[in-house]
């Protein structure tokens, strides 16, 4: 791979990345999905067999890409309330977790929970069709959630005569909706620019240029191809307050053999624990130290990020379901108030005059949810409101009836973000980021 500033040095060092695309209807999102995946050779053979032996049958000539990403729509319209599909691929030097996601434009709410967890979020355009409202949408989505990069795929070169100009003004017009964002948007180092807030590339999704490799018919494009750049973008890698691990389960044996063990079954989702190290349990307060980490395969030294374990503490001390047990460093604020931004996902509209669950890691509580504004959803300037209709962003505040153990999303990710949960039909409702924990 050629040097350059997107290259990094050891591949084995780059690891997952995970990438939420975005795009309007017919942008060729699906196409280009399937191009990743074909010319990467990341696609199955009994996949590939498949897609030609349809492609035939529709009538294509050639296997039809967009095919590659339709077959997983039916699963998608089979009434699942979030309605993203996560694909895996991987190449020589990486492995991607791709959240695909459909580019209604009711489809916010689709938007924000594919790219609650990304790296990277990909926003398709038409070269013809340029900036639409639906990429404002996508834009500020992606800047609000604090997906560390942003790359404009600009589909469709072939049928702008592939004109340089008409690329940088897609690209242009772009970086000034992020600019004019009322949240900043992260920033980027890109192959021309020294920093900006995103990476640009021209694409012709179905024929393949600049996807995954360089296009001739566009010798003016300095940049390298939309996947060489996936491969080297750093993981972010999302500030750590220190280690977060919710309890999700007390495991107390009854039998006269495992008498006195007491455990705590879960994952860290922030952090380390290490066997030694001196631990809080929120909301309590109660202090202990890890005295071991036990897992289906033997005793680990440490409970490492997403690793399910059950830890053992020097210390019986009274701990349930849903408490947190938190590391050395800041810790999380136990709190019955706190004010987050939420995506409103049901077509029915919050109301105040109703209790909603509050889903928090493994914690589930109780509480009411007071509108202060509603954010405009591609500037993200706020405006009074008292109600969130489907798809609105707004700002909230939550008061709950017993307390919340949460982070500032803005300072952890994963503990600073919760959904709500209707208390009737169980249905998750929404979608938000703790703003502030006052
Ligand atoms: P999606 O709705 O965004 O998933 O769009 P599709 O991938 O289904 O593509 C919509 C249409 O645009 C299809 O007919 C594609 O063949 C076509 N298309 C996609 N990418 C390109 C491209 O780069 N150039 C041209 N000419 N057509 C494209």
């Known amino acids: 791979m050629p040097a350059g500033p997107h290259t990094a ?13 975005a795009g309007s209807v017919d942008d060729g999102k699906s196409t280009l999905v399937g191009r990743l995946l074909y010319d990467s ?34 699963e998608r319209e089979q009434g699942i309330t979030i309605d993203v599909a996560y694909r895996y691929f991987a190449t020589a030097h990486r492995s991607f977790v791709l959240a695909d996601t459909p580019g209604h434009v009711q489809y916010t ?67 000034e909706v992020l600019a004019a964002l009322a949240v900043p948007p992260p920033s980027i180092c890109d192959t021309r620019h020294e920093s900006s807030h995103l990476v640009a590339v021209p694409v012709v999704a179905t024929a393949g240029d600049n996807v995954v490799t360089r296009s001739e018919r566009m010798p003016w494009y300095a940049g390298v191809p939309l996947l060489e750049l996936l491969e080297s973008l750093p993981a972010s890698q999302p500030a750590t307050p220190g280690a977060r691990f919710p309890v999700q389960l007390v495991i107390r044996p009854r039998t006269a053999e495992f008498r006195d063990f007491r455990g705590y079954a879960g994952r860290a989702v922030s952090g380390t624990l290490h066997v030694g190290d001196p631990v809080t349990v929120l909301p309590s307060g109660r202090t202990s130290s890890v005295t071991s980490v036990e897992t289906a395969d033997g005793p680990l030294t440490e409970a490492g990020l997403d690793r399910s374990v059950v830890l053992r503490l020097a ?29 409103w996902l049901a077509e029915e509209p919050l109301s105040a005059d109703r209790s909603y669950r509050v889903r928090h890691g493994t914690r589930d509580v109780r509480g009411t949810v007071a509108v202060r504004d509603r954010l405009d959803v591609s500037t993200l300037q ?12 707004g700002r909230v ?17 994963r503990t600073g973000s919760l959904v709500l949960v209707d208390e009737l039909t169980g249905a998750t409702v929404a979608a938000g980021m703790v703003e502030s924990t006052s």
């Open 382 to 393: 706020s405006s009074p409101a008292d109600e969130l209709g489907l798809n609105d962003l």
């Open 41 to 74: 050779r990341a696609v199955m053979v009994d996949q590939m067999s498949a897609l030609e032996e349809a492609s035939e049958r529709l009538g294509y000539d050639g296997a039809e890409l967009a095919l590659l990403t339709d077959g997983l729509r039916s």
């Open 397 to 413: 505040t939550l008061t709950t009836t017993e307390p919340l153990v949460i982070d500032r999303y803005a300072d952890s990710p």
């Open 9 to 21: 040095t050891d591949p084995q060092t780059r690891g997952l990345l995970r990438v939420v695309t």
């Open 315 to 343: 210390d019986d001390l009274d701990i349930s379901r849903g408490d947190l047990i938190v590391g050395a460093g800041a810790e999380p604020a136990v709190t019955r108030t706190a004010t987050a931004t939420l995506c």
């Open 109 to 175: 709410r689709n938007m924000v929970t594919g790219a609650s967890t990304a790296d990277v979020a990909v926003v398709l355009v038409d070269a013809r069709a340029g900036v639409l409202e639906q990429t404002r949408r996508h834009l500020a989505v992606a800047a609000l959630l604090r997906v560390g990069q942003i790359v404009l795929a600009v589909n469709k070169m072939d049928l702008v005569d592939f004109a340089e100009e008409r690329f940088d003004e897609v690209a242009e017009t772009a970086a």
